[in-house]
């Protein structure tokens, strides 16, 4: 009985754990990368609320020239002047119209360009009023740090005047 005694404590002592200065280095491997991976948490939850600005941006911009759209490119309104939600088609400056509106609580910043492309020449009835446009909407959320955060809109729109220019 004494030998099993002894060969039991040999393998015994031979068996080893982790020290404490193992399982301390362990712990700090383990706490870097939780760190880094809630830092892509937090990244994606940034990128994720900057892509819900520019959705509700694009639906901001998509809404207005749809309604720019809808005022027919006349005689009597090619020359009023833009307004939201009345206003004509007369060119803007060129800095455009600048207007703050609230989306789903969230603020956002609408500029209007309307630019003159074409107009009758001279010697025509209605000399130099304009018959074609370029309509540009741009969308920025508020607190937006670069500009790809915003949003614009480009089309053009043409009167039916008759002609050749």
């Known amino acids: 009985m004494m ?3 002894c060969v039991n404590r040999r393998t015994d002592s031979t068996q080893r754990g982790f020290t404490l200065l193992e399982a301390a280095i ?3 491997v383990l706490m870097i ?3 880094g991976i809630a830092s892509l948490f937090t990244y994606a939850i940034q990128a994720n609320s900057r892509a819900d600005d520019r959705e ?3 639906a901001i911009a998509q809404k207005r020239m749809e ?3 809808t005022i027919p490119f006349t005689t009597q309104t090619r020359t009023v002047a833009y307004s939201y939600p009345n206003g004509g088609l007369a060119a803007t400056a060129t800095s455009g119209v600048i207007e703050n509106v609230t989306n789903a609580g969230r603020p956002y910043s609408v500029t209007t360009i309307i630019t003159d492309l074409s107009t009758v020449p001279a010697g025509n009835p209605d000399a130099g009023s304009p018959t074609l446009k370029r309509i ?3 969308v920025t959320p508020g607190g937006a740090a670069t500009a790809f ?3 614009t809109i480009t089309t053009q ?3 039916q005047v008759t002609g050749i220019y």
């Open 3 to 5: 030998n099993r005694q």
């Open 136 to 138: 540009q909407v741009s």
């Open 157 to 159: 729109r043409s009167t």
């Open 67 to 69: 309604w720019l759209r």
């Open 149 to 151: 955060e915003s949003v």
């Open 26 to 28: 362990a712990l700090v």
């Open 56 to 58: 509700l941006a694009m």
């Open 33 to 35: 990368i939780g760190l």
